[in-house]
């Protein structure tokens, strides 16, 4: 498959954590990277590889992967982690690569 | 300070062709894959095509398989896109990016309308 599924829309309170999931089969076999999309601007990695946080990303965002499920989490969520996210790896054939359709994140 | 700097977007026709470009600076351009994503408007992100470190290794989305073709000048420090027979749905922001499996940084994108 080459296909990465993320729930279009998640909420989180302010201060409590909201994980983020991207579901394929490829996963299975390829670790996820993560894309934080603010409105009118270029996406930023928030994290790659295992669970790697670039430099400057707090130490809120963290990455896990299970099965053919990566997931994101943010622990202790702030208003300017309001944003789209987008999960991203490669299909199953190893040398096409595509990303999830997003995750629209609201903090209450 | 890493940069990425694209250009060369614009207004174009259907079937009509255009050619992106990315300057890079601020690393050793020539150690990295380096990628180009899209955004139509309102949609989400889309890698369009791959290029590794020497430009031997090139990979494209199916969508444009035949159409684009994506090259580097490392002496130059760039990337380009150079995009044939367009369509409406290759209208986006396109994206140049740094990296293969992850993209550690990007440009601020250009803008391809096809429209006419």
């Known amino acids: 498959s080459s296909e990465l599924t993320q729930d279009p829309a998640v909420s989180v309170a302010l201060g409590q954590t909201v994980s983020i999931t991207c579901q394929g089969d490829?996963?299975?076999?390829?670790?996820a990277s993560w894309y934080q999309q603010k409105s009118g601007q270029a996406p930023v990695l928030v994290i790659f590889?295992?669970?790697n946080r670039p430099s400057g990303i707090p130490d809120r965002f963290s990455g896990s992967s299970s099965g053919n499920t990566a997931s994101l989490t943010i622990t202790g969520a702030q208003a300017e982690d309001e944003a789209d996210y987008y999960c991203?790896?490669?299909?199953?054939?190893?040398?096409?690569?595509?990303f999830g359709g997003g995750t629209k994140l609201t903090v209450l | 300070e890493v940069q990425l700097v694209e250009s060369g977007g614009g207004l174009v026709q259907p079937g009509g062709s255009l050619r992106l470009s990315c300057a890079a600076s601020?690393?050793?351009?020539?150690?990295?894959?380096m990628s180009w994503v899209r955004q139509a408007p309102g949609k989400g992100l889309e890698w369009v095509a791959n290029?590794?470190?020497?430009?031997?290794?090139?990979y494209f989305v199916d969508s444009v398989k035949g159409r684009f073709t994506i090259s580097r000048d490392n002496a130059k420090n760039s990337m380009y896109l150079q995009m044939h027979s367009l369509r409406a749905e290759d209208m986006a922001v396109y994206y140049c990016?740094?990296?293969?499996?992850?993209?550690?940084?990007w440009g601020q994108g250009t803008l391809v309308t096809v429209s006419s």
């Open positions: 990016a740094r990296g293969v499996d992850s993209k550690d940084y």
């Open positions: 601020g690393f050793t351009f020539s150690n990295y894959w």
């Open positions: 290029i590794n470190q020497d430009g031997s290794e090139k």
């Open positions: 490829s996963l299975r076999s390829y670790y």
């Open positions: 590889g295992k669970n």
């Open positions: 991203y790896s490669r299909d199953s054939s190893g040398n096409h690569w595509v």
